[in-house]
């Protein structure tokens, strides 16, 4: 298995807490993503970005948070068997985990570059495949991790705060 992780110097001390297992979200939401379901994907990013705009959180923050799950979401559609998108409401800040079904990642640096794809046909005519979903969800989040590999199962990490 091999990680990716970018963390914003702002929140290098929270690491330890927001990975910690025994802590308890405000609110936790679920969604089923299914392969190759462009019609129903997108709905967990929609309802996590109702759902903070309902707790007061700032529009800006509230629009990071939405690209950023928009985006992992596409991808475990476009690129996965099908997953889960977890939402972990905390009272500063949202933890959205994305696990799926493989097939995985054989390179993640190379997962990372803006620009590279290995969308299908079928995706490129979603309109997707520009290869710059992963570079987007880094750059509004304030931690990220993504673990993979080979024929594993790849899980996403997405952590914003709301301060
Ligand atoms: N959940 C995943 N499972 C397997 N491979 C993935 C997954 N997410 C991303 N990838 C791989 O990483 C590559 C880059 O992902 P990224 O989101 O940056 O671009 P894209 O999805 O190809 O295009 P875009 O996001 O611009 O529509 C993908 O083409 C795919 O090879
Ligand atoms: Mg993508």
Excluded: C, W
């Excluded at 993503?33 to 967990?44: A, L, P, Q, R, T």
């Excluded at 309902?54 to 996965?80: C, F, Q, W």
């Excluded at 309109?127 to 790849?154: C, Q, V």
């Amino acid at each position: 298995m091999a990680e990716y992780i970018k963390v914003n110097p702002m929140y290098q001390d929270r690491i330890e807490e927001v990975f910690q297992t025994n802590i308890n979200p405000e609110i936790v939401l679920e969604f089923e993503i299914h392969e190759n379901d462009f019609v129903n994907s997108g709905k967990g990013s929609a309802e996590l970005k109702v759902t903070i705009k309902r707790l007061g959180v700032d529009p800006a923050i509230m629009r990071k948070v939405a690209v950023a799950a928009y985006e992992a979401e596409i991808n475990i559609t476009a690129h996965s068997r099908g997953g889960v998108m977890t939402s972990n409401i905390f009272p500063d800040y949202v933890h959205i985990v994305f696990q799926d079904r493989g097939p995985g990642i054989e390179d993640l640096s190379k997962a990372m570059t803006p620009g590279f794809s290995t969308a299908t046909d079928l995706v490129r005519e979603m309109g997707f495949g520009a290869g710059l979903g992963l570079p987007n969800i880094e750059r509004n989040s304030d931690i990220m991790k993504l673990d993979s590999a080979k024929n594993e199962s790849t899980k996403l990490d997405v952590i914003i705060f709301f301060h």
